[in-house]
């Protein structure tokens, strides 16, 4: 009975097998090739590539990513957009602009308004760099020039109160003339505040915000009352 079985088995196996012998692979079939980037795929990279377009291209790239950067400060919301897409441009033409038109004229040859422009210079960078540095050391989750970027940025209210305010002096003095100017500094310091506070909170510890958001009230409250008490 045993022998029977094993020979049983023999037959089964060589009839299962007996049909692999007849199978062949066909000489059609490739079985060498390479990998390849497909040549649009090369030519929309080469087309996306920054080195190659022309100075007029990358200022007008450059100048649309900065007024996108003022409408998220004009319209604050909570975006990454500053944070992803940081630059200096905005905060440097701001700070600039502040500075120049804060500085005072003078008549005598001895005082012609420097001072006046490097201390605002000095005063807006220094206050962002001391709060950027505070935001380090208490934890923040936020790059250097992430920080200096958005604190720069939201000055613009408050370069529009100076612009507002020096339209205002061209009237005669009084307390109405004070009044407006100091009501428009106040809705441009709020606003100043909100923006910031906007891009800046989430990237804080939940029980240091408070510890963040107040030199950053500071600060522009300082650009502020340089800017009401501003007289041509």
């Known amino acids: 009975m045993p022998q ?5 088995n023999v037959f089964s196996n060589s009839y299962q097998f007996a049909g692999l012998s007849d199978i062949s692979i066909s000489q059609d079939i490739p079985v060498e090739g390479e990998i390849t980037i497909p040549m649009r795929s090369r030519i929309r990279e080469f ?3 920054t080195l190659n377009e022309s100075v007029q291209n990358t200022i007008m790239r450059d100048l649309k990513a900065v007024g996108k950067k003022f409408m998220h400060v004009l319209y604050p919301r909570k975006s990454n957009t500053l944070l992803r897409d940081w ?8 700070c600039v602009t502040l500075a120049l038109m804060l500085q005072r004229g003078s008549a005598d040859s001895e005082n012609d308004g420097g001072p006046q422009f490097a201390e605002v210079f000095v005063i807006i960078w220094f206050g962002a760099v001391t709060i950027t540095l505070n935001s380090k050391l208490l934890g923040g989750n936020i790059s250097f020039f992430q920080s200096l970027c958005v604190l720069g940025y939201c000055i613009l209210p408050l370069t529009v109160a100076l612009l507002v305010c020096r339209l205002v002096l061209l009237a005669k003095p009084g307390p109405i003339n004070f009044i407006v100017r100091l009501f428009v500094v106040i809705m441009m310091f709020a606003w ?7 891009f800046l909170a989430d990237s804080q510890p939940p029980n240091r915000k408070a510890l963040a958001v107040y030199p950053v009230f500071l600060f522009y409250f300082v650009i502020s009352w340089m800017i009401l008490t501003f007289t041509p």
Do not use: E, K
């Open 87 to 94: 630059d200096l441009w905005g905060p440097l033409v701001l």
């Open 192 to 198: 100043s505040i909100v923006a910031s506070t906007a």
């Open 4 to 8: 029977l079985m094993r020979a049983f």
């Open 47 to 49: 087309d996306s590539s």
